[in-house]
């Protein structure tokens, strides 16, 4: 009659604790290049959202460059060609001027803020994967 070993080999489970080993150690390694991929990525975002922002604080400073500009009489006598009495002509040439490219400025700050808002800085693939494995590692040492 034949008899079944219920006492697993001792190399065998040497052999399941190295393989284990061997896998997490991999795992973590794949878990670390994933990580550093996305946040290479989302590094990426977050520079072109602020280079637009940067781009929007230029164009507002040439917005306030204009205003001061514009308080001089360049503008003043095409305004009282038109109509405008001299003291009026001498104000609403640099305010048009200023409030068109200070609008553009903040549609530009408001666009990229909103963009950097949306973006999070957590990589999220990364940690889902990271619970996707802690439970493979539960599953192996359970079976």
């Known amino acids: 009659m034949?008899?079944?070993?219920?006492?697993?080999?001792?190399?065998?489970?040497?052999?399941?604790?190295?393989?284990?080993?061997?896998?997490?150690?991999?795992?973590?390694?794949q878990e670390v290049a994933l990580a550093k991929r996305e946040i290479a990525g989302k590094a990426a975002s977050f520079g072109k959202n602020t280079a637009m922002i940067a781009v929007g604080a230029l164009i507002g400073l040439y917005a306030v460059f204009f205003l001061f500009l514009c308080l001089n009489n360049l503008i003043q006598a095409g305004l009282h060609k038109t109509g405008f009495s001299p003291a009026v002509s001498s104000w609403f040439a640099p305010l048009i001027l200023g409030m068109i490219l200070g609008v553009g400025a903040l549609v530009l700050a408001l666009k990229s803020l909103k963009a950097?808002?949306?973006?999070?800085?957590?990589?999220?693939r990364t940690?889902?994967?990271?619970r996707e494995d802690k439970d493979w590692i539960k599953g192996k040492l359970k079976g």
């Open 2 to 29: 034949a008899t079944i070993d219920t006492h697993p080999d001792n190399s065998s489970v040497l052999r399941i604790i190295k393989d284990l080993r061997d896998d997490t150690t991999a795992l973590f390694r």
């Open 127 to 130: 940690l889902d994967s990271i």
């Open 116 to 124: 950097m808002r949306k973006e999070k800085a957590v990589p999220q």
